[in-house]
């Protein structure tokens, strides 16, 4: 005889609220990303206007000098590393199939194709540029809701301890402030790495004279956010250029790629990241694929910090419930 099976109508409700909040989360995807943003945002400059405030600082002008300096930072870069930028970029691209052509004499290889895919390159940079720049009002949400993120910061466990008591309250913000210790350390040290390695591999490139040493160079710092792989994609354009000119000079290249990379790994990596969570290649791999396949190229540069982000959660919940703790 059949086994009957009974589905209540507490499952059915739940169920049905279940996909509503999925489709709820999907349809404001975008905001939760501006304010997962935001919130990695305020990690990252947390520690210096608390610094600030110590000098007696109000808080609220503590933060705006944060801003004032990120202003800055980004008002020098568009007006003086962009415009050469995006025309030795673009510059690269229209040459890439000359390059090609040199490395590969003995094969029959269709210029135009190469052209018409690679040449857009330079103009999608500039596109994208420009695009980043101009959308002004996600990076005003994202400032708005970073700087109100830092000012409330401090009232966040009375306001919790207000509906959820003082000992769920203080456990809830001991999680949250281990989720901004390694998001905030993570970003700057990633910011650190980048621009050591960014500053490293442009002077390298201009001793050895290889063409286009500023794009090449802030694309192995860009690149540098991608674990693994970044460091790799970086060093393949640069070696295809310098082996244009001459192997000699493709070896030097790929030794100056090499040694970068070995003293990164070797010594600035366990100076600057010390403090972040280390994730394994097996964890970082799988994340970027499925951030690239979810949202792109938005989805690889949030990856790691989500995962961080989680396993940090997971981390610090196990230690509140392990036995030691009660």
Do not use: C
């Amino acid at each position: 005889m059949p086994s009957k099976v009974e589905i209540s109508y507490k499952s059915i409700v739940f169920t049905v609220f279940f996909l509503i909040g999925l489709w709820f989360l999907v349809q404001v995807q975008e905001i939760i990303s501006w304010v997962f943003v935001a919130f990695i945002l305020m990690s990252a400059l947390k520690p210096f206007a608390d610094r600030l405030e110590k000098l007696h600082l109000p808080r609220v002008l503590a933060v705006l000098i944060n801003y004032i300096v990120i202003i800055i930072l980004l008002a020098f870069i568009g007006s003086s590393v962009l415009p050469p930028l995006v025309s030795e970029s673009i510059h690269l691209a229209e040459s890439l199939p000359g390059y090609v052509r040199s490395i590969f004499p003995f094969y029959t290889i269709d210029s135009n194709f190469i052209s018409q895919h690679i040449t857009p390159l330079g103009q999608n940079l500039l596109r994208v540029t420009v695009g980043l720049f101009s959308n002004i009002i996600a990076l005003f949400t994202i400032f708005v809701i970073s700087f109100y993120l830092l000012i409330e910061r401090k009232y966040l466990e009375p306001q919790l301890a207000s509906f959820m008591g003082e000992e769920g309250a203080a456990d809830i913000v001991r999680i949250i402030a281990k989720v901004e210790q390694q998001l905030g350390a993570w970003v700057r040290g990633q910011m650190l790495l980048g621009l050591i390695i960014g500053v490293a591999t442009f002077i390298g490139l201009i001793l050895l004279n290889l063409p286009f040493a500023l794009p090449l160079a802030i694309l192995a710092a860009v690149l540098e956010i991608v674990p693994i792989i970044g460091p790799v994609i970086s060093a393949i354009p640069a070696i295809l250029i310098a082996l244009s000119i001459s192997p000699l000079m493709a070896v030097a290249t790929l030794a100056l790629y090499f040694l970068i990379q070995q003293a990164e790994a070797h010594l600035v990596v366990p100076m600057v990241m010390r403090r972040t969570v280390g994730l394994p290649p097996l964890v970082t791999i799988p994340a970027l694929m499925i951030g690239a396949k979810l949202a792109g190229i938005t989805g690889i540069l949030l990856s790691v910090p989500v995962v961080v982000t989680i396993a940090t959660i997971i981390t610090e919940y196990m230690k509140l419930k392990s036995p030691e703790k009660k």
